[in-house]
């Protein structure tokens, strides 16, 4: 009968354990929940209402494209792998945490000035959502930028591969150093 009772002990631990780590779990913190509801805020439309492409110009990157509200977009160089097998996006689960996708309810955008509509054009995601594309290439913003203007993802190396704001003839700008001049 002893020997039953020792059988038990380890499972006793082992819930224990599991009880006290969901006790001591802590919710996301006030500057993360802050964080999603800018973005979330800022990278959304109203229901039934178009996603809107823009161009904006700042120094040293020159001209850029944005959503409506004027936050940066950006392509992902491992989507550029997938391109000319019109795959789609390869940013999914926490990378599409960091790099939302730039999505456009029922297909529908709206090209600003300087957009070549030719250019434009949707991707459909894994979980039915239509991401909006330019030249081919899925866009997205960056959890890190906060406000219209912001380009921190522009050149950052993250999911092993680079990301950069997308120019309005399609292309992407690559390695710009803070002075403006090209790196090799």
Known sequence: MKLTKFKFYPLLFVLAGLVFSACNSKPPSKRAKEDISQLSSDTTQTQG?????????????????????????????????????????????????????????NGDIKAGAQIDTTLLGTTKR???????????????YYIDDKKAGDVYGQDKKEYSFKWYLVKPNGDEIEDIDVTGAKEK
Do not use: H
């Not at 239509?130 to 899925?138: A, E, K, R, W």
């Open 49 to 105: 209402e178009a996603a809107e492409i823009k161009v904006n110009q700042k120094e040293p990157y020159g001209s850029y494209l944005t959503n409506g509200n004027g936050r940066s977009l950006y392509m992902f160089v491992k989507d550029t792998k997938m391109r000319a097998r019109k795959s789609g996006s390869t940013c999914y689960d926490e990378c599409s945490e960091a790099w939302p996708p730039f999505l456009a309810e």
């Open 126 to 140: 894994k979980d039915g959502t239509i991401q909006v594309t330019y030249n081919d290439y899925p866009l997205y």
